[in-house]
């Protein structure tokens, strides 16, 4: 009863409200953290900076690095910028000693951040024609209706899924997705920034794959301690822990390679007008080849 209250409250707020709300909610996060756990190890750099696009896990990573055992281990509070905008087009501002999470930015735009100290980022990649996909069923059926989205979700439900599909790539074009992957995967090769791919970070090597990605952070967590961290934060877990009576979980685990099932000759050229060469780019198989069930 209480996560339906919840769910409803954050679905019918003003987003101003809402932005309050959310930044409300991460500063009292934060003090009680300060106050209940004791820092064991410091990370060497002053900031993170996860930068990512849409329908890559920005959530899950969003709620692993806001664990309390990974300030535990890296006295790093987690902090998303969208919550301290004074206007929606400027540049984030991140304070020192704070995992920047869920930065939406082209590689360019990224370069412009200020970065008073020392710093790493990370940048999540996905096989776009997945990303596809995964936005697809949730513009359709599971984000919550924010923006322009329940025009967007009206749209969906009353045409075909081959139109939807049109649909979906031709708006992620119009809001650059996939100019933003292809410029994070053509950027000029840095210590201070690694790509990971969505496919390794959720596959079966997921324990190896995060641990590098939080070693590339400067961030060493004990192996009972970060399985334990994955264990809470399983997709299966989040997905059950927003479900309720009549509602459609946001967390959908899409399967690599999905796009397969789903994709005909028509999809696949208004996919490959909107993004040229980007898989390719990407190192993703292409539709001719066999995919690659090492997710690599």
């Not at 920034?193 to 952070?217: A, I, K, P």
Request: proline share 7%; net charge positive; glycine share 6%.
């Amino acid at each position: 009863m209480i996560n339906r209250t919840v769910k409803l409250a954050k679905h019918h707020t003003p987003n101003s409200m809402r932005v309050w709300a959310r930044r409300a909610q991460l500063e009292a996060h934060n003090a009680r953290v300060r106050l209940t756990v004791p820092v064991v190890a410091r990370c060497e750099f002053d900031n993170i900076f996860h930068c990512t696009v849409h329908k890559t896990g920005s959530q899950w990573i969003k709620a692993l690095f806001s664990d309390p055992v990974v300030y535990q281990h890296s006295g790093l509070l987690p902090y998303d910028p969208r919550f301290y905008k004074r206007q929606p087009s400027a540049l984030p501002i991140v304070p020192r000693g704070r995992a920047a999470l869920a930065l939406f930015h082209s590689y360019p735009r990224f370069e412009n951040i200020s970065k008073p100290g020392t710093y790493r980022a990370f940048f999540v990649i996905r096989d776009p024609r997945d990303i596809v996909i995964s936005s697809y069923f949730s513009l359709r059926n599971s984000h919550a209706p924010m923006g322009d989205i329940p025009q967007a979700r009206k749209a969906l439900q009353e045409m075909p899924m081959k139109e939807g599909l049109l649909f979906v790539i031709n708006r992620l074009s119009e809001r650059y997705l996939f100019k933003q992957l292809r410029s994070w995967a053509v950027a000029p090769k840095s210590e201070t920034f690694r790509l990971f791919r969505y496919e390794d970070l959720t596959g079966e090597r997921q324990l190896d794959e995060v641990d590098q990605l939080m070693r590339h952070c400067g961030i060493t967590l004990p192996p009972a301690e970060l399985e334990a961290l994955l264990s809470r934060y399983s997709f299966s877990r989040m997905r059950k822990g927003q479900e309720s009576p009549g509602q459609v979980s946001h967390y959908r685990k899409g399967k690599a390679g999905d796009w397969r099932n789903h994709f005909d000759d028509e999809i696949y050229e208004a996919f490959a007008a909107a993004t040229g060469n980007l898989v390719r780019v990407l190192g993703y198989p292409a539709r001719n080849q066999a995919p690659d069930v090492s997710g690599r």
